[in-house]
């Protein structure tokens, strides 16, 4: 175990012992300032800002998260409410927390001293406001690539029927110079030019626009693919830290014992 690693597990103890000595004492589960310290640093941990806000993976963090504060309280201050109430509890406090830093800095003019909970949430706040500005970014590109797409099979659609109808202006212009044989005797091989340029056109017509369509498929498969890849990576994560985590609770539970046998003697 890392120097680091080892200091967290310290840190979360405290924690721990802290929420046991000021929760409620009421039959009823009450927030606490360590809850929401465990709720904060776990968040960081997990990070749920990686995915898309109302996305199942986003959810499932959250539940890591609750079930995570779960296995750390005893029967009677466990999280019962689960993801919800975690994901609600965050969106409380990080709605204070804009609006105590906006108050106190108009106030005073200089940015307020903040708490450890402050110091965690600016953090947070940080992470989730830059997810969402990167998706925004993302949608806006979406969008972009979608119009220029469009755009352009409408322009070749256009430019092919500028040809026909240029083939067409052609035509009437020869006709309109020959005089000889009868009009009856070649309207039929005129007819089958034409339609014969017409097919020709409009298979061009069908070919662009499958070009387009065959790119458009393949940019949507590269995406469907990253995402694949992302998912994998965090599913990886998921299970990494799930390791680390019952190493924690473990070594938890190892100092609580010590702890206990240290009182009891």
Same mark, same amino acid.
């Given at each position: 175990?890392?120097?680091?690693?080892?200091?967290?597990?310290?840190?979360?103890?405290?924690?721990?012992?802290?929420?046991?000595?000021?929760?409620?004492?009421?039959?009823?589960?009450?927030?606490?300032?360590?809850?929401?310290?465990?709720?904060?640093?776990?968040?960081?941990?997990?990070?749920?800002?990686?995915?898309?806000?109302?996305?199942?993976?986003?959810?499932?963090?959250?539940?890591?998260?609750?079930?995570?504060?779960?296995?750390?309280?005893?029967?009677?201050?466990?999280?019962?409410?689960?993801?919800?109430?975690?994901?609600?509890?965050?969106?409380?406090?990080?709605?204070?927390?804009?609006n105590k830093m906006a108050e106190?800095?108009?106030?005073?003019?200089?940015?307020?001293?903040?708490?450890?909970?402050?110091?965690?949430?600016?953090?947070?706040?940080?992470?989730?406001?830059?997810?969402?500005?990167?998706?925004?970014?993302?949608s806006e590109k979406n969008d972009?690539?979608?119009?220029?797409?469009?755009?352009?099979?409408?322009?070749?659609?256009?430019?092919?029927?500028?040809?026909?109808?240029?083939?067409?202006?052609?035509?009437?212009?020869?006709?309109?110079?020959?005089?000889?044989?009868?009009?009856?005797?070649?309207?039929?091989?005129?007819?089958?030019?034409?339609?014969?340029?017409?097919?020709?056109?409009?298979?061009?017509?069908?070919?662009?626009?499958?070009?387009?369509?065959?790119?458009?498929?393949?940019?949507?498969?590269?995406?469907? &693919?990253? *995402? =694949?890849? +992302?998912? $994998? #990576? !965090? %599913?990886? @994560?998921? /299970? &990494?830290? *799930? =390791?680390? +985590?019952? $190493? #924690? !609770? %473990?070594? @938890?539970? /190892?100092?609580?014992?010590?702890?206990?046998?240290?009182?009891?003697?």
């Amino acid at each position: 175990m890392s120097k680091d690693q080892f200091k967290r597990n310290i840190r979360l103890s405290k924690i721990y012992f802290h929420v046991l000595l000021t929760a409620s004492k009421s039959r009823y589960f009450v927030w606490t300032e360590g809850h929401d310290v465990l709720i904060l640093c776990e968040a960081l941990t997990s990070k749920p800002y990686n995915f898309k806000p109302k996305s199942s993976e986003r959810e499932k963090v959250w539940e890591s998260i609750a079930a995570y504060l779960n296995s750390l309280m005893s029967r009677e201050l466990r999280v019962t409410a689960r993801a919800r109430a975690v994901r609600d509890r965050y969106q409380l406090l990080s709605k204070k927390f804009k609006n105590k830093m906006a108050e106190e800095e108009r106030a005073s003019g200089i940015s307020p001293e903040m708490t450890e909970t402050d110091k965690l949430l600016e953090q947070i706040v940080e992470q989730f406001e830059e997810s969402e500005r990167d998706a925004g970014e993302q949608s806006e590109k979406n969008d972009q690539n979608k119009e220029n797409e469009r755009k352009k099979a409408e322009e070749m659609r256009n430019r092919s029927m500028e040809k026909l109808g240029e083939t067409q202006k052609r035509k009437a212009t020869a006709e309109d110079g020959q005089q000889t044989t009868p009009r009856k005797r070649s309207s039929g091989s005129e007819t089958l030019v034409y339609l014969r340029e017409k097919a020709e056109r409009e298979f061009e017509l069908r070919q662009e626009e499958l070009e387009v369509k065959k790119k458009e498929q393949s940019a949507q498969l590269q995406m469907f &693919q990253y *995402m =694949q890849q +992302q998912l $994998q #990576q !965090q %599913q990886q @994560q998921q /299970q &990494q830290q *799930m =390791q680390v +985590q019952i $190493q #924690q !609770q %473990q070594l @938890q539970n /190892q100092m609580l014992l010590a702890l206990i046998e240290k009182i009891t003697k």
